[in-house]
């Protein structure tokens, strides 16, 4: 079975590549010119690449004309909710039209592959602030830009399901994390930030936006064992959500970094690191996934979170 993978260059699509070589996929992974693919397993992988802007329909048309995939995983996207809010109109451009030259180029192509869009828990917004975890059957009340454009993304992939019979399943991931995500998101920043001060390379401040926010946190390895799953399991037409679970405040995960880090830490508030809405608590019910797949998560968060600091200790730019 030959998987491709768009949008590899980004943090989740190293860990997918890994996920799927370890099956018995054929994979070819596709990144940005500028961008270089970062395989965290340790493990020996093989695997082709291909440069492409999602942006350029004829230029996905040629990648799928030339590999003929069985199934596609889309990851391209402008990712940071944080970002979405200074640039709308490219979050937009992005994750919108790059989805519909997605499916334009599948379409004309003649090709039936299964797609699997990575959307997000960020869709649910205002409707996940309930006392229990939100489930797919919930109507999404997108709070940000990127959570609209998400939700744009899965509702056009319901379209054409119905329209053209396309096969395609709508993942809602809620967070991930794990060694190599950028600083712009809070997991990585937090420990980035603690593993500086712990080898002295700063003063002992940690700063922080909303920690009174809850999110559902998953190791980004459960992450993309789940969409290897759904490929394979998953009903078409259908919408997944992709988490551990169990929401936890953000506050709760800065104290188990600081305490892992073993560093003396005091906190500021920074007031740019605030946003101008954030839902206070989002929490995934993954029954659906659990009961169709048999998906479970492995690695808990404090795992997670010691090898994430561990990443930034043994980074070359921190160490020297
Ligand atoms: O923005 P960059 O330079 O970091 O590149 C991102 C890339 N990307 C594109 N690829 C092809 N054509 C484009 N026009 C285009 N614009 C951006 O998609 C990046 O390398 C990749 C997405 O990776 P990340 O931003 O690291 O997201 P992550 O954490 O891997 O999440 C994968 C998916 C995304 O759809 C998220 O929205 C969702 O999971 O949560
Ligand atoms: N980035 C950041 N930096 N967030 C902070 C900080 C900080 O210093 N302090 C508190 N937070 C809070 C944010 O306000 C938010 O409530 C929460 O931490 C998580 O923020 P991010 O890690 O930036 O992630 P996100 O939830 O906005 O988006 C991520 O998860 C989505 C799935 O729920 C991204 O990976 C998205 O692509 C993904 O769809």
Redesign the pocket.
């Known amino acids: 079975m030959k998987a491709l993978i768009i949008g590899a260059g980004g943090f989740v699509g190293g860990y997918l590549i890994s996920e799927l070589c370890s099956g018995e996929w054929e994979v070819c992974a596709t990144k940005l010119p500028h961008e270089r693919i970062s395989i965290f397993s340790g493990r020996e992988v093989s695997y082709s690449t291909a440069d492409l802007d999602i942006l350029d329909e004829n230029a996905i048309r040629e990648v799928l004309n030339s590999y003929k995939p069985d199934c596609i995983f889309h990851l391209a996207?402008q990712?940071?909710?944080?970002l979405s809010w200074k640039k709308p109109a490219l979050t937009a451009d992005i994750n919108i039209k790059g989805c519909i030259n997605l499916l334009e180029a599948v379409r004309t192509a003649e090709l039936s592959p299964r797609i699997l869009f990575i959307g997000?828990?960020?869709e649910y917004g205002y409707a996940a602030n309930r006392p229990e975890p939100v489930d797919e059957t919930v109507k999404p009340e997108p709070a940000n830009i990127?959570a609209i454009t998400?939700l744009t993304q899965n509702m056009i992939g319901e379209l054409y399901c119905k329209a053209y019979g396309m096969d395609i399943i709508s993942v809602r991931?809620?967070?991930?994390i794990g060694p190599g995500q950028l600083p712009?998101?809070?997991?990585a920043?937090?420990c980035k930030q603690a593993a500086e001060i712990s080898m002295g390379k700063r003063e002992p401040v940690i700063?922080?936006?909303?920690?009174s926010?809850k999110?559902d946190f998953t190791d980004v390895r459960d992450i993309v064992r789940a969409y290897a799953m759904l490929s394979e399991k998953g009903k078409s037409g259908e919408t997944y959500n992709v988490g551990s679970g169990r929401a936890v405040t953000?506050q709760s995960v800065l104290l188990k970094i600081i305490e892992l880090s073993g560093a003396e830490i005091r906190v500021e508030t920074?007031k740019e690191?605030?946003?101008p809405v954030?839902v206070p608590f989002?929490e995934a019910d993954v029954t659906k996934l659990k009961k169709d797949t048999g998906w479970e998560p492995k690695i808990g968060l404090t795992t997670a979170l010691s090898s994430i600091i561990e990443y930034w200790r043994s980074c070359p730019e921190i160490k020297k």
Not at 184 to 187: G, L, M, N, T
Request: glycine residues 2%; aromatic residues 18%; proline residues 0%.
């Open positions: 996207a990712s940071s909710v944080a997000s828990s960020e990127y998400k991931a809620f967070n991930h712009q998101f809070v997991v920043d937090f700063y922080v936006g909303n920690l926010a999110r953000i920074d690191r605030f946003r954030d989002i």
